[in-house]
Nanobody, 125 residues
């Protein structure tokens, strides 16, 4: 079992920055990849970014590319999401996810096995 807990969410003005953290515990050695998804009110949960744990290869959605950066700290079993130039459209609950299998397509929600409870990010205009 893997447990994920997000932190770092909050209220920020448009153009500001925020860093989210996701601390993993349990059988973290089995993790193949970790990712961030988000879900805005009335919308489906969508992919934001992912990182392959062993190689560090990263993937970004079009909306995240150039503004968001995903990184990991192997010693702390933690993945981070550095967000800059935030927009009101970034307002959502941000979820951390972990995939056990080495899935080819890390953009798909169904390929992840564990999820954190989420952390709210609100960007005011």
């Amino acid at each position: 079992q893997v447990q994920l807990v997000e932190s770092g969410g909050g209220l920020v003005q448009a153009g500001g920055s925020l860093r989210l953290s996701c601390a993993a515990s349990g059988r973290t050695r089995s993790n193949s990849a970790m990712a961030w998804f988000r879900q805005a009110p009335g919308k489906e949960r969508e992919f934001v970014t992912a990182i392959r744990w062993s190689s560090g290869i990263t993937y970004y959605s079009d909306s995240a590319k150039g503004r968001f950066t995903i990184s990991r700290d192997n010693a702390k079993n933690t993945v981070y999401l550095q967000m800059s130039s935030l927009k009101p459209d970034d307002t959502a609950v941000y979820y951390c996810a972990a995939a056990l299998s080495r899935a080819v397509n890390l953009y798909l929600l169904r390929n992840y096995d564990y999820w954190g409870p989420g952390t709210q990010v609100t960007v005011s205009s």
